[in-house]
């Protein structure tokens, strides 16, 4: 009797089989492990990224070294790519999420530990730089893993899910850790950020711990690691280096190796450029003195606005993006969602103008934002995952994120020069301009039409 996996031909669909054979490995279904998949991989995004600015800032470092420092750990996303075809080559990447997130624990408990050493600068961007090498890692098995137990529908599906808990876990980081290293400060009367900071990073490593284990027993077996058949020769532990090397050629060749690379991967590094420019100086324009052009709002407002409200929308954008590019089709949905995302620019142009002594206009503002960022990265994300090819999954979309990362860091580093030199409100202004050239570039993507 012929299988589902069969074709009318009697022939065996690799495809229909793959996910047959994905399916029957289930433990748990994928909205409960997509969500603390990718809760995990924002988290120590946010440790190095944001958590290790105030971190420093607390214990008297200069921004000059707060800058150096953290954008030159920013470059393990980056580079991620160089070393992501080891992950498709070598183990599951099941076993890589794991070992992963043990590590993170190790070096959160490390960090945890290095607040109260007197001298903690070298320990302490030792431990950060080994979380940064590990997160891009994970970064690369979880979204490889990601492609491996959904098919193409469902990861339309999930990739609002995804997006949004992904930032959740960024403002998580940035709102409530950051606050409760504050609290913890001050607890005894004294301000002693050592014991605050420590406090913050142990709840770091508890998180990894926890989800480390758990994911050691909830997460669903692939094809590869379940099979009874022998293994795909690229994911065979004995390949040495030269077979390695020849493949880490290969993922190269076959991802440039498509329809208008170039127009690809312009599309990719320009397209957040005006969005990572406008976020970058959000908070600080939050913060800031209004005779300095910003709203003087407090640290405990910032953190309100960005951990209940604003989580919400950006939920709510996420989700309605992935429904509507499964729905109606990434062709139709990447030029109208990108121009909502950068539409939300202006808001806080507006702000900045007018600088309202209202909050609830900040509110607004911050949530129109939110919702639009959610949706505009869904669809964003799904013409990632477009990018990629079967052989190199992980590697593929390895790089095509390497390239955003490098269109983040770079306005990042322009940011703070340009509110100095611009102004707030015509800063906002410029950042809005700087969206227009990815939104022009969606005409030329090689976007084929779905039925």
């Not at 070393?83 to 490390?110: E, F, H, K, N």
């Amino acid at each position: 009797m012929t299988t589902e996996s069969e074709t009318s031909s009697g022939k065996t669909d690799p495809e229909a089989s793959r996910q047959s054979t994905i399916k029957t490995g289930f433990r748990v279904p994928p909205q409960v492990f997509i969500p603390s998949l990718y809760f995990m991989e924002g988290l120590p995004f946010t440790i190095v990224n944001m958590m290790s600015l105030v971190f420093y800032k607390n214990l008297g470092a200069s921004n000059e070294f707060i800058g150096v420092v953290t954008s030159t750990l920013s470059f393990a996303w980056t580079l991620k790519f160089i070393w992501a075809p080891l992950v498709d080559i070598y183990g599951t990447r099941r076993q890589w999420i794991v070992v992963a997130q043990l590590v993170l624990s190790a070096m959160c408990a490390l960090l945890a530990g290095a607040a109260f050493v007197a001298d903690n600068v070298a320990l302490s961007v030792g431990a950060l730089a080994l979380i940064a090498f590990a997160s891009a890692t994970q970064d690369v098995a979880i979204d490889g893993y990601y492609m491996d137990v959904l098919n193409k529908t469902q990861q339309a599906v999930y990739v609002g899910v995804r997006n949004a808990i992904y930032k959740i876990a960024v403002l998580i980081g940035q709102g409530p850790l950051v606050m409760l290293a504050g609290y913890v400060s001050l607890s005894k009367g004294v301000v002693n950020y050592s014991l605050g900071w420590s406090t913050a990073f142990s709840v770091c490593c508890a998180l990894f711990l926890i989800f480390g284990i758990v994911h050691l027993f909830i997460l669903p077996q692939t094809a590869k690691t379940i099979s009874t058949s022998a293994p795909e020769p690229k994911q065979e532990l004995n390949t040495n280096f030269a077979e390695g090397f020849k493949r880490f050629g290969s993922v190269l060749s076959t991802f440039i190796d498509q329809e208008r690379i170039a127009v690809i991967c312009l599309y990719i590094l320009i397209f957040r450029f005006g969005d990572a420019l406008m976020l970058k100086m959000t908070m600080p324009f939050l913060l800031d003195g209004r005779q300095n052009g910003g709203l003087a709002i407090s640290t405990a407002d910032v953190g309100l606005i960005y951990g209940t409200v604003g989580p919400i929308f950006l939920l709510s954008g996420g989700l309605l993006g992935g429904y509507l590019v499964a729905k109606f089709g990434l062709k139709k949905c990447l030029m109208p969602t990108a121009i909502i995302q950068s539409a939300a620019i202006p808001l806080y142009w507006a702000l900045a103008c007018f600088r309202p002594q209202d909050h609830i206009w900040i509110y607004v503002a911050n949530s129109g934002e939110q919702f639009s960022y959610g949706l505009g990265t869904a669809a964003y994300t799904v013409f990632l995952l477009s990018v990629v090819k079967p052989e190199y999954k992980a590697a593929h979309y390895a790089i095509a994120t390497a390239i955003m990362s490098l269109g983040l860091i770079i306005p990042g580093y322009l940011s703070g020069y340009m509110t100095t030199w611009l102004g707030y409100p015509n800063f906002f202004l410029v950042s809005f301009l700087a969206s227009i050239p990815g939104i022009i570039t969606i005409f030329f993507l090689p976007i084929k039409g779905e039925e």
